[in-house]
Structure formats: structure tokens, C-alpha cells
């Protein structure tokens, strides 16, 4: 669909950047919705985008040990409130498979399964579909929908696992981003040990100051993603690799969508005797 509409555009000769200007002039004339106008521009640069351009990175990646017992992964899936998850057998460059939170829920009523290896158990885990990294998102999308994927796992030209892109994360470069009702639509953190966070971009700077006990400066920013990219000092772009030290924590660009920053890494620098930090109820992030 969305290639059709740039070739509509093409075999009328009509230039892409001057549709582009069209939209932002229409915005600033109140004409169209910056949303509408975002969508719009969304579409064109749809068909320019690699699968390593919008999946999650490895290390963001929640991943389940295939010699996890159900009981224990079952306890683990109420926790993160997701939908699937990657099946690994000794590390994440090893995925065997995609484990489905409704499948596990039905095995999980035979009480004669709870503490048998998920790997062991027949018919639980389904068939990973796996992708190069250079894959196209368009095309992607198209396969995905026709064959009701909806997971892929990313790897490198060495085969080693790069990352995940779920049907979510592709409809999110049109539409922007999908909050269901799990999400925190102020504030998103998954602790990741003791003293690690994953923090998103958009998180207010006040929510984030108030959980891990950090003053931000009064810089005229309000999100995470505006005092990341003032430290970065320039427009993030994927793939973008920057860290900055700030208040005691370590902060690490993890993922970058639409020229912002989508999820950050948060680490406390250690210091001798220093207690971990608590950051109050775990959250979902995507």
C-alpha cells in the first residue's frame, strides 16, 4: 500500500520533498493535524527503512530460557505483561523459538507440566522467523501480514542475534507510537538488575527525578529524550551510539526511532557501600 502511494506520486512526476513541504505548509496553516502531517511523512520514508532500523536491540530484548520450568516462566510472563517472547537455549544468539503468553497459560493448567522444561514440552513453543538485518521494512511488513507473523528475530551477517521487530514496532512508524492498556502513558521503566533501568525516551523528566532520586537541570526540556539529545547536542539519528554521565547515573542511548529517542539505558555509577536503588513498581516498556 504504501510503495503504491509513492509510485502515484512518481508516475505524476511530483517530487517527494515537494509533497513533504506541502504537508509541514498546511500544518503551519492549520489545515491538517500535526498528527495527519507526521502520518504523511511517515509514509515516505516508509520504503527507505531497514528491519536494524527499528527493531529492539539484543539488549533490550526480554528473552526466556528454554530451561526455564513453566511454573517459573508463567511467573516471569505476569511480571512483564507481553504477549511473546524469544526462547533461547544457552544465550540469545541461540533462539529455538517464540513462546506465546495465551499458549503458555493453557499448558499451565496441567499440573503435571508446571515443573517440566519449557523446552520439553511438546507443541509450546512455536517456529522463530528470522530476518537480516538490511531486510526492508515494507516488504516485511507485506510477509508479516500475510503469513499472521507477528515477531521476527533481526540477525547479523554472521548470524549472531541483533535484535526483534514486531508487527507493533512497524505500524508505529506510521501511526506513531501504540499504547495499550498496560502502558504507562506519563512514565515507562523495567529495571534490568539492581542499578540498571530502561527508561523511555518520552518519560517526563519529573517522573524520572521523583523514581531514581536525580535532579535534572532547568534547561527548558521536559522529557528524557530532550535532555539526552541536548547533551548529544544534535538531532539523534538510528543507530545513534552515545553515553553521558549525569548525577551519579550513566546514561546510554538504546534505541532511536524517528529522530527521537526512543528507550534509554539508566545506570547508577556504583559507589562503595551504596545500597541498589528502588525504583518503585516495575513498568512495561516496548
Known amino acids: ?48 527503512k531497514e528491519a536494524q532500523d527499528i527493531m529492539t536491540h539484543r539488549e533490550n530484548i526480554i528473552a526466556i530460557d528454554g530451561s526455564e520450568t513453566l511454573e517459573k516462566v508463567v511467573e516471569s510472563m505476569l511480571e512483564d505483561n507481553k504477549s511473546r517472547y524469544p526462547v533461547y ?16 497459560m493453557k499448558y ?48 547479523d551477517e554472521y548470524g549472531q542475534t541483533s535484535g526483534i521487530v514486531a508487527m507493533e514496532d512497524i505500524l508505529e512508524e506510521i501511526v506513531g507510537n501504540i499504547l495499550d492498556e498496560y502502558d504507562d502513558d ?7 538488575g539492581d542499578n540498571t533501568f530502561i527508561v523511555e525516551g518520552l518519560a517526563q523528566l ?13 534547561e527548558g526540556y521536559e522529557t528524557l ?13 538510528t543507530g545513534e551510539d552515545f553515553e553521558t554521565e549525569y548525577g551519579g547515573y550513566r546514561f546510554r542511548i538504546a534505541s532511536v526511532k524517528g529522530r527521537v529517542i526512543r528507550t534509554v539505558r539508566v545506570e547508577k555509577i556504583p559507589d562503595e557501600g551504596a545500597e541498589p536503588v528502588d525504583p518503585g513498581p516495575d513498568q512495561n516498556t516496548d
Open 89 to 104: 537455549e544457552e544465550n540469545i544468539d541461540n533462539i529455538i523459538g517464540i513462546l506465546h503468553f495465551k499458549d503458555t
Open 108 to 155: 499451565n493448567v496441567r499440573s503435571d507440566l508446571r515443573q517440566k522444561k519449557i523446552a520439553d514440552i511438546p507443541g509450546l513453543i512455536k517456529e522463530a522467523k528470522f530476518i537480516p538485518e538490511t531486510r526492508k521494512i515494507d516488504s516485511l511488513f507485506n510477509t508479516m501480514q500475510q503469513n499472521k507473523i507477528h515477531m521476527v528475530i533481526v540477525v
Open 206 to 218: 519529573e517522573e524520572v527525578s521523583d523514581r531514581l532520586g536525580i535532579e535534572f537541570p532547568d
Open 225 to 237: 529524550n530532550g535532555f539526552m539529545t541536548d547533551r548529544l547536542g544534535h538531532v539523534p539519528k
Open 186 to 192: 506519563e512514565l515507562n521503566i523495567r529495571r534490568q
Open 1 to 48: 500500500m504504501f510503495s503504491k502511494l509513492k509510485d502515484l506520486f512518481n508516475k505524476n512526476k511530483i517530487d517527494e520533498q515537494d509533497i513533504i513541504s506541502m504537508v509541514n505548509e498546511s500544518h503551519e496553516k492549520g489545515v491538517i493535524e500535526a498528527s495527519e502531517a507526521e502520518m504523511i511523512s511517515n509514509i515516505f520514508e516508509f520504503g527507505d
